[in-house]
């Protein structure tokens, strides 16, 4: 045995102990439509943001668009295994930050990607970028190498246009945040006469 031998060794021995279970993979098979949505990835440090993007949807700075929250992860143009494949390859090592909870986001295909974008009004933060809990799949967590599916996920999701208030609550839960409105505003229809919400 050369000396060269043992570290290659080594190398495939911890690839094989970082790889994800297939388990996980079958999970995700079961779960995703592929054929009808493109997956985002949005990675966070904790899983209590993980959790609670499920129950809240992502918020953010009011001029983020999806490009700056998330990551494209498949494309219509690999099979379902191939798409899965890069998911899982994509979780292990998040390139921001590491991120060990991967939330993912299922955008039907025909929607443009920012139109999933909305505009909320916070009483406490002002002004955010939002995308809602409705186009949340659910959340890998790496280190478990677990799949936490969201159930208010909808499959057939559409965009909201014009500006959403959020009524603020003590606790934050389901029924706080399914209390919303839609403001009508002067700009909505100006909104609604073009292909994206910016």
Same mark, same amino acid.
């Given at each position: 045995m050369?000396?060269?031998? !043992?570290?290659? $060794?080594?190398f495939?021995?911890?690839?094989?102990e970082?790889?994800l279970k297939?388990?996980?993979?079958?999970?995700?098979?079961?779960?995703?439509?592929?054929?009808?949505?493109v997956?985002?990835?949005?990675?966070?440090?904790?899983?209590?943001s993980?959790s609670s993007?499920?129950?809240?949807?992502?918020s953010?700075?009011?001029?983020?668009?999806?490009?700056?929250i998330?990551?494209? !992860?498949?494309?219509?143009?690999?099979?379902?295994a191939?798409n899965i494949?890069?998911?899982? $390859?994509?979780?292990?090592?998040?390139?921001?930050?590491?991120?060990?909870?991967?939330?993912?986001?299922?955008?039907?295909?025909?929607i443009k990607?920012?139109?999933?974008?909305?505009r909320?009004?916070?009483?406490?933060?002002?002004?955010?970028?939002?995308?809602p809990?409705?186009?949340?799949?659910?959340?890998?967590?790496?280190?478990?190498?677990?799949?936490?599916?969201n159930?208010?996920?909808?499959?057939?999701?559409?965009?909201t246009?014009?500006?959403?208030?959020?009524k603020?609550s003590?606790?934050?839960?389901?029924s706080?945040?399914?209390?919303?409105?839609?403001?009508?505003?002067?700009?909505q229809?100006?909104?609604?006469g073009?292909?994206?919400?910016?």
């Amino acid at each position: 045995m050369s000396e060269f031998s !043992l570290p290659a $060794q080594e190398f495939e021995q911890k690839k094989q102990e970082k790889s994800l279970k297939p388990e996980l993979s079958t999970q995700l098979e079961k779960t995703l439509s592929l054929a009808d949505h493109v997956i985002w990835g949005h990675g966070t440090l904790s899983e209590l943001s993980a959790s609670s993007i499920l129950d809240q949807g992502i918020s953010g700075n009011p001029n983020y668009d999806l490009f700056n929250i998330a990551t494209p !992860l498949t494309s219509n143009e690999k099979s379902d295994a191939e798409n899965i494949d890069y998911i899982l $390859q994509q979780v292990q090592d998040w390139p921001h930050k590491n991120a060990k909870y991967v939330v993912l986001l299922a955008i039907p295909y025909g929607i443009k990607p920012n139109n999933v974008v909305e505009r909320t009004l916070d009483e406490k933060k002002g002004e955010r970028s939002s995308i809602p809990m409705r186009f949340i799949v659910g959340y890998i967590d790496v280190d478990k190498q677990t799949f936490i599916k969201n159930p208010l996920f909808i499959s057939n999701a559409e965009p909201t246009r014009g500006l959403i208030q959020q009524k603020s609550s003590p606790l934050l839960d389901r029924s706080a945040i399914q209390k919303t409105q839609v403001i009508q505003t002067e700009t909505q229809s100006v909104i609604e006469g073009t292909d994206d919400i910016w």
